[in-house]
């Protein structure tokens, strides 16, 4: 079983930064792709980010520009850097895994329960 511990969130200023951390481990050799989602209160979960273990990344249009996904496989991670920061970034930021970019990128995540996440606030 792969588990995942998302740290990094807190509260920042418009325009501000925050670099989040997804730390696994367990069994993930079938798990060749990991995505950052967020959920806002009262809205649908939404993918922010997607990353393959060769690199391959891919982007929602909202984030482009202002957010980078990377890992270090190493250290089985993947980050979140998110720079100029807006309210609407606001949201629990959870990471998922799957088996491909593609079912990463349409939800189809291969660890079911989504756990706690962290925490973003983006406010002045």
């Known amino acids: 079983q792969v588990q995942l511990v998302e740290s990094g969130g807190g509260l920042v200023q418009p325009g501000g930064s925050l670099r989040l951390s997804c730390a696994a481990s367990?069994?993930?050799?079938?798990?060749?792709?990991m995505g950052w989602y967020r959920q806002a209160p009262g809205k649908e979960r939404e993918l922010v980010a997607a990353?393959?273990?060769?690199?391959?990344?891919a982007y929602a249009d909202s984030v482009k520009g202002r957010i980078t996904i990377s890992r270090d496989n190493d250290k089985n991670t993947v980050y979140l850097q998110m720079n100029s920061l807006k309210p609407k970034d606001t949201a629990v930021y959870c990471c998922?895994?799957?088996?491909?970019?593609?079912?990463?990128?349409?939800?189809?995540?291969?660890?079911?329960?989504w756990g706690q996440g962290t925490q973003v606030t983006v406010s002045s």
């Open positions: 990353i393959t273990n060769g690199g391959s990344t």
């Open positions: 367990g069994s993930i050799f079938s798990i060749n792709a």
């Open positions: 998922n895994a799957g088996r491909t970019l593609g079912t990463v990128v349409a939800g189809r995540t291969a660890i079911s329960s």
